[in-house]
């Protein structure tokens, strides 16, 4: 009983320290969101409600920054 849970520890250690590194997500631009824009010269419809509609326009969706967070840790000095 003892070897079974040595070996599954050993096992367990191994496969953690030869696991592949994730690698952070790469930063892209506002075109790879994928938020339909309206196009020039295309009429704009007005919604009024809850409806489906198969062509959707965007007129305005927020302010997207890529600033990183940074925080502080408290100390003075």
């Known amino acids: 009983m ?15 320290l ?6 952070p997500p790469k930063a892209g631009t506002l075109d790879d969101v994928g938020i339909p824009k309206v196009e020039e010269g295309k009429e704009l419809g007005w919604v009024y409600g809850t409806v489906w509609i198969k062509d ?21 000095g």
Request: charged share 20%; aromatic share 14%; hydrophobic share 40%.
């Open 18 to 23: 030869l696991r592949p590194k994730p690698e």
């Open 2 to 16: 003892w070897w079974n849970l040595i070996i599954g520890l050993l096992l367990s250690i191994v496969s953690y």
């Open 56 to 76: 959707p326009q965007v007129h305005w969706y927020g302010d997207f920054r890529t600033i990183p967070i940074r925080t502080s840790t408290g100390k003075k």
